[in-house]
């Protein structure tokens, strides 16, 4: 079985165009060809592919948005397929240092099985619009750990209220010597 996590991947455009150029070079990495991380049918609803939106970043601003969902995956740097995921993140790097202008922004979040092993990155490039998006990411995607109590104690068990013919509570005296409770 081994140790799992969960996880949200979002990286967000300016526009589509933008994202159809990155989406072309990802595509040529041989990782990206191996892995196939893009839904190949629609009726296809497993977690393992990207999926695409467009994102209200206001009410006057529209962005693109790509995301992967991934829930109790083996989700560890050197394997392969994490890899073809997440060399996303240097095709997108590459474009900024490239082209003046180019405007991106992306959300990595992730929380293992224990809860203090999460990881959480968010970053763009240098425009106005790329340092909103990545603000608006990190308000909307993020790691919430939650608590639960587990009661398992309750299959074991079985509730007497008598013993005996007494309550419980009728079968305990208090002392004035010892002030003790005694059965």
């Known amino acids: ?3 799992r996590s969960d996880g949200i991947i979002a990286v967000a455009f300016e526009s589509l165009e933008e994202m159809r150029e990155v989406l072309a070079v990802y595509r040529l990495d041989p990782r990206v060809q191996k892995h ?9 609803d497993s977690d393992y592919y990207w ?3 467009t ?3 206001d009410e006057d601003t529209t962005c693109y948005l790509m995301r992967l969902d991934f829930y109790g995956w083996k989700w560890y740097a050197d394997y392969e397929d994490v890899q073809s995921y997440q060399h996303i993140f240097t095709v997108c790097k590459q474009f900024a240092r490239e082209r003046e202008n180019f405007t991106y922004a992306y959300r990595f979040v992730r929380g293992g099985e224990e809860h203090d092993d999460t990881e959480e990155e968010c970053y763009g490039s240098d425009t106005y619009l790329s340092q909103m998006m990545v603000e608006n990411l990190e308000q909307e995607v993020g790691v919430r750990m939650v608590w639960e109590l587990t009661d398992d104690l309750t299959c074991n068990t079985t509730r007497q ?3 005996n013919n007494q309550t419980v509570s009728q079968g305990l ?4 010597e010892t002030k003790h409770v005694n059965i």
């Open 1 to 3: 079985m081994g140790y």
């Open 36 to 44: 196939n991380p893009f839904q190949k049918d629609i009726d296809d």
């Open 51 to 53: 999926t695409f939106h």
């Open 55 to 57: 994102y209200a970043l």
């Open 161 to 163: 209220d008598y013993y």
């Open 173 to 176: 005296t208090k002392t004035k």
